[in-house]
């Protein structure tokens, strides 16, 4: 899959997707929202409405899907039950294996590393964080879990909550476009 998306379910937690969107966009990345459903119009954990750039019909008929780069980059923000959500929808779990196993970089938050990323192949010795409390799956799986903020290993990029949101959202842009850019952002904000 060819391209940075963040992927939305009813129940997301908004501060986990919109931060790093922010914090992508001020870097210059083209990252687009994608409701997993036919209608673009989905609804966070506390009740606020947000319009997606894309419902997922669009996003499959406009995505080149087949080789990818590890700056290609799905975004799955935590939530619930909008990490559940994401989980269970199939047609979007497919895609993601896929992708992770052509070299493309996923990024997951708060519940999302436990509940999303838990379902791709081989996640065993790769270092990862999640909320705490739903750490079981990934150690299940193999991996070994981080309590930080934010952990990268390879073409994984995992937070553990809303608190480290705009951590998430610069460790993501580092990624695709440099430390560099990623400082040009930070100093922006004056953090």
Same mark, same amino acid.
Not at 129 to 136: I, N, V
């Given at each position: ?88 929808? $199939? !047609? /979007?779990? @497919? &895609?993601?294996?896929?992708?992770? +196993? ?9 519940? %999302?590393?436990?509940?999303?990323? $838990? !379902? /791709?192949? @081989? &996640?065993?010795?790769?270092?990862? +964080? ?9 150690? %299940? ?5 981080? !309590? ?44």
């Amino acid at each position: 899959m060819k391209g940075i998306y963040i992927f939305l379910a009813d129940g997301f937690e908004i501060s986990e997707a919109m931060t790093p969107v922010d914090m992508l966009r001020r870097g210059g990345v083209n990252v687009k929202t994608v409701s997993i459903y036919d209608d673009r119009i989905v609804t966070s954990s506390n009740r606020i409405p947000v319009v997606a750039d894309m419902a997922f019909g669009e996003f499959k008929a406009s995505t080149t899907f087949g080789p990818c780069l590890p700056t290609d980059v799905m975004i799955f923000p935590g939530g619930m039950p909008g990490s559940s959500n994401l989980a269970a929808f $199939s !047609k /979007l779990m @497919d &895609i993601m294996v896929q992708h992770y +196993t052509e070299g493309g970089t996923v990024a997951a938050i708060c519940a %999302a590393p436990s509940l999303v990323l $838990s !379902k /791709l192949p @081989d &996640i065993a010795g790769k270092k990862m +964080t999640c909320y705490d409390g739903f750490e079981e799956a990934l150690i %299940a799986k193999g991996a070994e879990y981080v !309590k930080e903020g934010v952990v990268k290993d390879g073409n994984i990029i995992t937070g553990r909550g809303p608190g480290w949101a705009l951590e998430f959202g610069l460790e993501i842009l580092s990624h695709i476009k440099g430390a560099d850019m990623a400082a040009k952002v930070r100093s922006g904000l004056m953090l």
